[in-house]
């Protein structure tokens, strides 16, 4: 979170997280078409993309300042720790998409520790930072049972908020970013 010296803006940071493919850019395209005017800039580093939106929401928070929120992404083959670690770097919080093939439940799993790993070498934990998980492309596998997947990630029930979505509706009409979101402002 950083604020303007004269206190009239804040500027968040929510990171999309994830295995590599697992459908982060069309989240983050799907987010900023809910913004009308966003757009998404895309920058290379090494071999990964790094995506990222911006706008200031339209409405004033209760103490009267404007928010504005940066939503950054990786996508590609990711060959250095170190940039999931500078995606997190600054984040008040993030989404993490897992998609649901169970042929990518090993990578999700990988992804799911380096992101443990990562938020706490960054000095946060999934209790003090805004987190959601979303369980995406649950369409491509009929009887998805988000119950079991929990179980298989090891989430406790209740602790971290889960959303589903769908390849025809990949940020799943919003709810997990906007779950993040909302917790980000109530902590403002």
Same mark, same amino acid.
């Given at each position: 979170?950083?604020?303007?010296? %004269?206190?009239?803006? &804040?500027?968040?940071?929510?990171?999309?997280?994830?295995?590599?493919?697992?459908?982060?850019?069309?989240?983050?395209?799907?987010?900023?078409?809910?913004?009308?005017?966003?757009?998404?800039?895309?920058?290379?580093?090494?071999?990964?993309?790094? *995506?990222?939106?911006?706008?200031?929401?339209?409405?004033?928070?209760? %103490?009267?300042?404007?928010?504005?929120?940066?939503?950054?992404?990786?996508?590609?083959?990711? %060959?250095?720790?170190?940039?999931?670690?500078?995606?997190?770097?600054?984040? %008040?919080?993030?989404? +993490?998409?897992?998609? &649901?093939?169970?042929?990518?439940?090993?990578?999700?799993?990988?992804?799911?520790?380096?992101?443990?790993?990562?938020?706490?070498?960054?000095?946060?934990?999934?209790?003090?930072?805004?987190?959601?998980?979303?369980?995406? $492309?649950?369409?491509? *596998?009929?009887?998805?049972?988000?119950?079991?997947?929990?179980?298989?990630? /090891?989430?406790?029930?209740?602790?971290?908020? $889960?959303? &589903?979505?769908?390849? /025809?509706?990949?940020?799943?009409? /919003?709810?997990? +970013?906007?779950? &993040?979101?909302?917790?980000?402002?109530?902590?403002?």
């Amino acid at each position: 979170m950083t604020s303007r010296p %004269d206190g009239r803006e &804040v500027t968040v940071k929510v990171a999309l997280a994830g295995a590599v493919d697992t459908g982060k850019l069309a989240i983050l395209r799907a987010i900023a078409a809910r913004h009308g005017y966003a757009t998404v800039k895309e920058h290379a580093v090494g071999s990964a993309r790094v *995506h990222r939106v911006q706008w200031t929401e339209p409405t004033f928070l209760s %103490d009267g300042r404007r928010l504005n929120v940066s939503v950054h992404s990786l996508t590609g083959r990711v %060959d250095y720790n170190a940039s999931e670690e500078l995606l997190l770097r600054g984040a %008040d919080g993030v989404v +993490f998409v897992v998609d &649901v093939d169970p042929a990518r439940f090993q990578e999700s799993w990988d992804s799911l520790l380096q992101l443990d790993r990562n938020t706490r070498r960054n000095g946060y934990n999934f209790r003090s930072i805004a987190l959601a998980l979303q369980y995406h $492309r649950i369409d491509r *596998h009929p009887g998805f049972d988000p119950v079991r997947l929990d179980e298989r990630l /090891g989430v406790p029930p209740g602790l971290i908020p $889960r959303f &589903v979505s769908t390849e /025809g509706e990949p940020d799943g009409e /919003g709810l997990a +970013f906007d779950a &993040v979101l909302e917790r980000i402002r109530e902590k403002l």
